[in-house]
């Protein structure tokens, strides 16, 4: 049915509990921002509102206004999350899914960081890989993995439509999952190791849909019923604002299952998914057929060649044609 054991996942994230508690701390941080200012925004609102009739909805914008303003910090956070979060969970699950014991007198955020900087030097070396390898799968799903090849009954619009949103859900963690293998195959190009892994993935895509598609449905069911288990304290939240409290109950309720989902739902579905990757490409080199089509397929694919062979030390092309490096 699938290619994973869940049971292995979950028992990893026993045995990286510093970097589920880290998670834990930053997400629930990130989750605590959000009340924190949406309310201080709500209770200016209110109160430049005068309280009179329009204060409600002053109180209601002021509390838009504060949720807008940690979402912009948090957006420009995303990188430094991505490389001191996720790569080091990451860098720690690939050894343990390889039996690699951590070293000793060494904690797993200190190693991880090690792997992490020894890869990619830089956060933004790190985030301009995960971006590209993003943009290279959203295209290469839209044009290859179209749903009449996997349900094809043109008349079930909306089904395929369902099916659609689910696949490209599913999605979600294919950037980590070839995070993961180009910290595993421990390239000194890591723009060479992405491109390496996104090849794997096509070749594989099939199966690795198959695998990403039940992750998402186990997702989805764990997320609604945190959603659930989180509304009684986000209605108690929720009634401190002033104005409009069964709207930002939900809001709060939304934040307390997505700062779980981040900090321990997603980390489980993303090591499931990495065993999936590990066992479908074990054995396999990138083919070029496939480096092809994805060559001819996007932009992205080429630019992520391109920086391959700028990367310092990376071998330089014999003449113009050569502009993109080998798959063998």
């Not at 190009?189 to 895509?205: C, F, I, K, S």
């Not at 089509?293 to 092309?317: C, I, V, W, Y």
Request: aromatic fraction near 12%.
């Amino acid at each position: 049915m699938w290619d994973f054991q869940l049971s292995k996942a979950i028992a990893l994230m026993a045995r990286t509990l510093p970097f589920i508690g880290l998670r834990m701390v930053i997400y629930f941080g990130i989750t605590l921002a959000y009340i924190l200012v949406t309310g201080a925004g709500g209770g200016i609102g209110y109160l430049v509102g005068g309280r009179g009739e329009d204060a409600v909805g002053y109180a209601f914008w002021g509390a838009s206004g504060g949720f807008a303003l940690v979402s912009g910090v948090l957006y420009f956070a995303r990188e430094y999350l991505l490389y001191m979060v996720k790569a080091g969970h990451i860098a720690v699950l690939v050894s343990l899914l390889d039996d690699k014991p951590i070293p000793d007198g060494k904690g797993q955020i200190a190693y991880a960081t090690g792997v992490v900087k020894e890869r990619f030097v830089e956060s933004s070396v790190l985030f301009g890989v995960d971006q590209i390898i993003k943009g290279i799968i959203k295209v290469f799903n839209g044009t290859v993995m179209t749903i009449g090849s996997i349900l094809p009954v043109p008349a079930l619009q909306s089904l395929l439509k369902f099916v659609t949103a689910i696949i490209n859900m599913s999605l979600t963690y294919v950037d980590e999952v070839i995070l993961a293998y180009n910290i595993r195959t421990k390239q000194e190009n890591p723009w060479a190791g992405a491109r390496d892994g996104v090849v794997l993935y096509a070749q594989n895509y099939k199966n690795l849909l198959k695998n990403a598609i039940w992750l998402t449905l186990i997702v989805w069911a764990l997320s609604f019923v945190v959603f659930l288990v989180m509304l009684t304290p986000a209605l108690a939240i929720a009634a401190a604002f002033p104005g409009a409290t069964g709207f930002w109950s939900v809001v709060i309720a939304v934040l307390l299952a997505w700062s779980l989902k981040a900090a321990l739902i997603d980390p489980i579905a993303m090591t499931c998914l990495m065993q999936a990757y590990f066992k479908a490409t074990d054995g396999q080199q990138p083919r070029q057929d496939w480096a092809d089509k994805l060559d001819s397929l996007t932009g992205k694919f080429k630019e992520l060649g391109q920086k391959a062979m700028n990367f310092r030390g990376a071998p330089k092309p014999s003449s113009a044609d050569d502009d993109l490096p080998t798959v063998s």
